[in-house]
């Protein structure tokens, strides 16, 4: 039965039977198949779901002029989507697609704020969960794009370095080289050069690293 079902998820844990009586007419379940998009970054529709079965992708495009996608997180069985659009009633900040075949209960919005609005129980425990699951939803979010930005930041700084300023900067040292060891043999002991570093070396050391 959907009430033995919502009884075992945390967003409704420690609720009664007559509350969760009230929320099961705004449920139903659906199944999407591996790689199929469960709602879309921008999508207008707010509904909240929990992943009943399989894993999925959470994935942001990433800034103008990248075709490219991120993979922000991985949601496992029993946790929570939607939940940023369902709380502030924006467009979706994020795509969420099958990465298995999953089954999914949808929760109706509209529904699910009327009950609330009329039971103060199932109102103060579905927000606790839900600013609890926004927490560590954000936590996850901004420890990976502050990665995804290094790499990205990285990447786009490699790429402008010109072939001419490389050859540049390594006949500098080779030049230097070359001094030091003439020197070597002249004095019998390598003479102190001043501490001079190529403008390949600065690019360089500006780079940040990659977390």
């Not at 999925?56 to 922000?72: D, F, H, I, N």
């Amino acid at each position: 039965m959907l009430v033995d079902k919502l009884s075992t998820m945390e967003l409704f844990q420690r609720l009664p039977k007559d509350a969760l009586d009230k929320l099961v007419p705004h449920c139903r379940e659906a199944t999407f198949q591996r790689g199929t998009a469960i709602f879309e970054e921008s999508d207008e529709e707010n509904d909240l779901y929990v992943l009943l079965k399989g894993r999925a992708s959470v994935e942001m495009k990433l800034p103008a002029g990248s075709a490219k996608t991120a993979r922000l997180a991985m949601v496992e069985e029993g946790q929570i989507l939607g939940e940023m659009s369902f709380v502030s009633g924006a467009r979706r900040s994020a795509t969420v697609r099958a990465f298995d075949e999953v089954k999914v209960l949808i929760i109706h919005a509209e529904g699910l704020y009327e009950v609330m609005a009329e039971d103060n129980r199932i109102g103060y425990v579905v927000m606790k969960h839900l600013a609890e699951c926004l927490r560590r939803r954000l936590d996850d979010t901004s420890l990976m794009w502050r990665n995804i930005c290094a790499q990205h930041s990285t990447d786009r700084e490699m790429t402008g370095i010109l072939p001419r300023d490389r050859r540049a900067g390594e006949e500098r040292r080779e030049k230097a080289l070359r001094t030091s060891f003439s020197d070597r043999r002249q004095y019998g002991k390598r003479r102190e050069l001043p501490n001079r570093r190529s403008g390949w070396d600065r690019r360089i050391g500006s780079v940040p690293e990659s977390g």
